[in-house]
Protein backbone atom coordinates (compact mmCIF):
# COMPACT_ATOMS: atom_id res chain seq x y z
CA UNK A 1 0.00 0.00 0.00
CA UNK A 2 1.22 3.04 -1.13
CA UNK A 3 1.32 6.21 1.32
CA UNK A 4 2.87 9.49 1.84
CA UNK A 5 2.75 12.48 4.39
CA UNK A 6 3.86 15.78 4.16
CA UNK A 7 5.62 17.71 6.66
CA UNK A 8 7.03 21.08 7.15
CA UNK A 9 4.19 23.36 6.55
CA UNK A 10 4.01 26.68 8.54
CA UNK A 11 3.86 30.21 8.19
CA UNK A 12 6.47 32.61 6.92
CA UNK A 13 6.94 36.07 5.86
CA UNK A 14 7.84 37.09 2.13
CA UNK A 15 11.44 36.41 1.45
CA UNK A 16 11.53 33.83 3.98
CA UNK A 17 12.26 30.10 3.49
CA UNK A 18 10.18 26.71 4.61
CA UNK A 19 11.38 22.84 3.53
CA UNK A 20 8.35 20.14 2.76
CA UNK A 21 9.19 16.70 3.58
CA UNK A 22 7.14 13.98 2.49
CA UNK A 23 7.72 10.90 4.10
CA UNK A 24 6.63 8.07 1.09
CA UNK A 25 6.19 3.94 2.15
CA UNK A 26 5.13 0.84 -0.80
CA UNK A 27 6.75 2.77 -3.37
CA UNK A 28 9.74 5.27 -4.35
CA UNK A 29 10.66 5.25 -7.83
CA UNK A 30 9.29 6.79 -11.13
CA UNK A 31 8.33 10.40 -11.12
CA UNK A 32 8.17 12.16 -7.41
CA UNK A 33 6.32 15.57 -7.48
CA UNK A 34 5.00 18.72 -5.72
CA UNK A 35 1.35 20.11 -6.45
CA UNK A 36 -0.36 22.90 -4.41
CA UNK A 37 -4.20 24.39 -4.00
CA UNK A 38 -4.30 28.12 -3.22
CA UNK A 39 -7.58 28.70 -1.87
CA UNK A 40 -10.30 29.40 -4.51
CA UNK A 41 -7.83 27.85 -7.15
CA UNK A 42 -7.38 25.00 -9.22
CA UNK A 43 -4.79 22.29 -8.14
CA UNK A 44 -0.78 23.28 -10.01
CA UNK A 45 1.61 20.86 -10.75
CA UNK A 46 4.88 22.47 -9.54
CA UNK A 47 7.67 20.41 -8.95
CA UNK A 48 8.63 17.00 -10.39
CA UNK A 49 11.43 14.71 -10.06
CA UNK A 50 12.38 11.88 -12.49
CA UNK A 51 13.87 8.65 -11.51
CA UNK A 52 17.13 9.51 -13.43
CA UNK A 53 17.33 12.60 -11.56
CA UNK A 54 15.99 15.27 -14.26
CA UNK A 55 13.72 17.93 -12.67
CA UNK A 56 10.88 20.05 -14.29
CA UNK A 57 9.54 23.32 -12.40
CA UNK A 58 6.92 25.11 -12.93
CA UNK A 59 7.75 28.81 -14.34
CA UNK A 60 5.92 30.35 -10.80
CA UNK A 61 8.43 28.55 -9.03
CA UNK A 62 11.83 27.86 -11.13
CA UNK A 63 14.55 29.29 -9.07
CA UNK A 64 13.20 29.94 -5.84
CA UNK A 65 12.06 26.00 -5.13
CA UNK A 66 14.55 22.77 -5.30
CA UNK A 67 12.76 19.33 -5.30
CA UNK A 68 15.17 16.61 -3.96
CA UNK A 69 14.76 13.25 -2.45
CA UNK A 70 16.99 10.70 0.32
CA UNK A 71 16.78 7.40 -1.39
CA UNK A 72 17.47 5.89 1.82
CA UNK A 73 15.14 7.59 3.80
CA UNK A 74 12.57 7.55 1.20
CA UNK A 75 11.67 10.78 1.74
CA UNK A 76 11.35 13.54 -1.15
CA UNK A 77 11.91 17.15 -0.21
CA UNK A 78 11.30 20.44 -1.61
CA UNK A 79 13.28 23.41 -0.37
CA UNK A 80 11.47 26.60 -1.13
CA UNK A 81 13.22 30.27 -1.03
CA UNK A 82 12.11 33.31 -1.61
CA UNK A 83 8.59 32.84 -0.73
CA UNK A 84 6.18 35.38 -1.50
CA UNK A 85 2.17 36.05 -0.30
CA UNK A 86 0.78 34.18 -3.48
CA UNK A 87 3.05 31.02 -2.59
CA UNK A 88 0.46 30.22 -0.12
CA UNK A 89 -1.27 27.03 -0.36
CA UNK A 90 -1.86 23.79 0.60
CA UNK A 91 1.46 21.49 -0.72
CA UNK A 92 1.19 17.80 -1.60
CA UNK A 93 3.70 15.46 -2.77
CA UNK A 94 2.69 12.73 -4.94
CA UNK A 95 3.73 9.50 -7.63
CA UNK A 96 3.07 8.75 -10.67
CA UNK A 97 3.55 5.51 -11.45
CA UNK A 98 4.47 6.19 -15.41
CA UNK A 99 6.43 8.76 -15.50
CA UNK A 100 4.15 11.16 -17.16
CA UNK A 101 3.84 14.07 -14.12
CA UNK A 102 7.90 14.63 -15.10
CA UNK A 103 6.88 15.93 -18.24
CA UNK A 104 4.61 18.25 -18.11
CA UNK A 105 3.48 18.50 -14.21
CA UNK A 106 -0.14 17.50 -15.63
CA UNK A 107 -1.91 16.54 -12.51
CA UNK A 108 -4.21 14.00 -14.21
CA UNK A 109 -1.18 11.89 -14.30
CA UNK A 110 -0.97 11.55 -10.46
CA UNK A 111 -1.21 7.76 -8.83
CA UNK A 112 -0.91 8.49 -5.07
CA UNK A 113 -0.42 11.77 -3.04
CA UNK A 114 -1.00 12.60 0.69
CA UNK A 115 -3.34 14.83 2.44
CA UNK A 116 -0.90 18.37 1.82
CA UNK A 117 0.87 20.55 4.38
CA UNK A 118 -0.25 23.71 4.63
CA UNK A 119 1.73 27.21 3.47
CA UNK A 120 0.74 30.58 4.50
CA UNK A 121 3.29 33.41 3.50
CA UNK A 122 2.66 36.81 4.56
CA UNK A 123 3.66 40.21 3.42
Not at 12 to 38: E, T
Not at 83 to 97: F, S
Amino acid sequence: QVQLRESGGGSVQAGGSLRLSCAVSGYFSSCLGWFRQAPLNEREGIAALDSDGSTTYADAVKGRFTISKDSAKNILYLQMNSLRPEDTAVYYCGIDVSGSYCGGLNLVDMDYWGEGTRVTVSS
